[in-house]
């Protein structure tokens, strides 16, 4: 038998949710039939699968050895591997503020494991002291939003469960703002002075990775809502402040080309044609967007984070406007 008493970052979860992060070698069926059984325990009492657990909730689990081993591979903990490079604009004892770079990945995928921002973000904190897995039971840091692989900003990691729930919330409530700079082939209507809405329907093809944009709904499609002003225009391309007020799939990429204004350097929603022919016959392979800037704008509590509450924080440098100085 074994006792794991619940801490702050483990509280407020459901406890089969518990167990399955804390104890992945343990398969749910006989998670479920333990807990039936009286086999897993909360504060000495009989639980159900569905029982939030407290800060100071004790879970008792009368179960065999092997479901507590911890692989080899997870001891020696792959995130140290990843890269030491990590951008950081603002950090706290909860939150990091961070500009990932263009070419590098949020998240693992099929082709990279090992260096990603969050990886390097585990490594970082695990480096300060600040993250130990072998005394977390079921979280790790995350990160609060992410950005494609192609595009480069601000990404938001939260070190402990209670800021990466508010985040969340914040995230989905509309709370936080985030605003982008791009290039765009040709010039869109409005001007500096000039807040322009363009609200359609995008429709995401699974299957080619590409989404489309309709005028009026079509089954399954979703409204986007893309807000932007012009901030200069020279020659045949704009310099575009942008915020998302609906955040799907390549939504600013889509969405300025179905009006005619590509991103420059966007393979996928523009073309070689465009990204060769808008600068004296160079081409671009690198799109011109940066999440450059993020506010805080709460209308409701953020419990712990209320401090952060009319903030905002801004990339200091982004790579395109030294491409064109004018801009």
Request: positive net charge; aromatic residues 12%; hydrophobic residues 35%.
């Amino acid at each position: 038998m074994r006792s794991f008493t619940i801490t702050e970052n483990d509280q407020n979860q459901r406890l089969d949710k518990f167990l399955t992060k804390s104890f992945p070698n343990l398969p749910k069926s006989l998670m479920y039939k333990y807990i039936r059984t009286k086999r897993i325990k909360v504060n000495k009492k009989r639980a159900e699968i569905s029982t939030r657990l407290n800060i100071g909730d004790v879970v008792d689990l009368y179960i065999n050895d092997e479901f507590f081993e911890v692989p080899e591979s997870k001891k020696n903990y792959d995130f140290l591997h990843a890269s030491l490079k990590l951008d950081i604009i603002y950090e706290d004892e909860n939150l990091l503020v961070l500009d990932k770079k263009v070419g590098l990945l949020s998240h693992p995928d099929d082709h990279e494991y090992v260096d990603t921002l969050i990886s390097r973000v585990k490594r970082y904190l695990y480096e300060k002291g600040e993250y130990d897995p072998e005394n977390e039971l079921s979280f790790t840091p995350s990160l609060i939003n992410r950005i494609d692989r192609n595009t480069g900003g601000i990404v938001l990691a939260a070190k402990n469960a209670e800021t990466l729930r508010i985040m969340n919330k914040k995230l989905k409530d509309r709370e936080i703002h985030k605003y982008y700079l791009c290039v765009v082939c040709g010039k869109p209507s409005g001007n500096n002075d000039t807040w322009v809405t363009m609200t359609d329907y995008l429709l995401k093809d699974e299957n080619k990775n590409k989404v489309f944009i309709y005028n009026s709904h079509v089954p399954e499609s979703k409204e986007i809502r893309t807000k932007y002003r012009v901030l200069k225009s020279e020659k045949n391309l704009s310099l575009l402040e942008v915020e998302l007020l609906t955040g799907r799939t390549h939504q600013i990429r889509a969405h300025f080309a179905s009006i005619g204004c590509p991103l420059l350097g966007d393979g996928k929603y523009g073309s070689n044609a465009n990204n060769k022919g808008a600068v004296s016959g160079t081409l671009y392979k690198k799109q011109f967007l940066y999440s450059y800037r993020t506010a805080f704008d709460f209308k409701t509590d953020a419990g712990i984070l209320n401090y952060l509450n009319g903030m905002s924080f801004e990339v200091p440098d982004v790579w395109f406007k030294k491409e064109f100085p004018n801009f």
